[in-house]
């Protein structure tokens, strides 16, 4: 069964650091890009991050560059996105998801075709 799990999401406070994990079982990562996404109430879904099969290229949204890092670890079949700065806005649901060859020169929620089930990032004091 093709599956991708994400856990890591919890609440901390405005400042503080959480890193997410995207773990992929049924399949190996290994020739996929990998992006992550989050959903907030009343908010349209935005792409926050991307990691092309290679490593060799990531994305950064706007308002996350220069505060987030994705990395990959083949081995391990995961994907991690830290995240560091942590400001209120950035609470949501934080999904990864598959895209075959990706290059992550352009992220779009159409292009993935395997998705998470979402862990949830609370920044709050």
């Known amino acids: 069964q093709v599956q991708l799990v994400e856990s890591g999401g919890g609440l901390v406070q405005p400042g503080g650091s959480l890193r997410l994990t995207c773990a992929a079982s049924?399949?190996?990562?290994?020739?996929?890009?990998i992006g992550w996404f989050r959903k907030a109430p009343g908010k349209e879904r935005e792409g926050v991050s991307c990691?092309?099969?290679?490593?060799?290229?990531?994305y950064y949204a706007d308002s996350v560059k220069g505060r987030f890092t994705i990395s990959r670890d083949n081995a391990r079949n995961t994907v991690y996105l830290q995240m560091n700065s942590l400001k209120p806005e950035d609470t949501a649901v934080y999904y990864c998801?598959?895209?075959?060859?990706?290059?992550?020169?352009?992220?779009?929620?159409?292009?993935?075709?395997?998705w998470g089930q979402g862990t949830q990032v609370t920044v709050s004091s």
């Open positions: 998801a598959a895209s075959w060859g990706l290059s992550c020169a352009v992220v779009l929620p159409d292009m993935f075709a395997a």
């Open positions: 049924g399949f190996t990562l290994d020739n996929f890009g």
């Open positions: 990691i092309s099969d290679s490593a060799g290229s990531t």
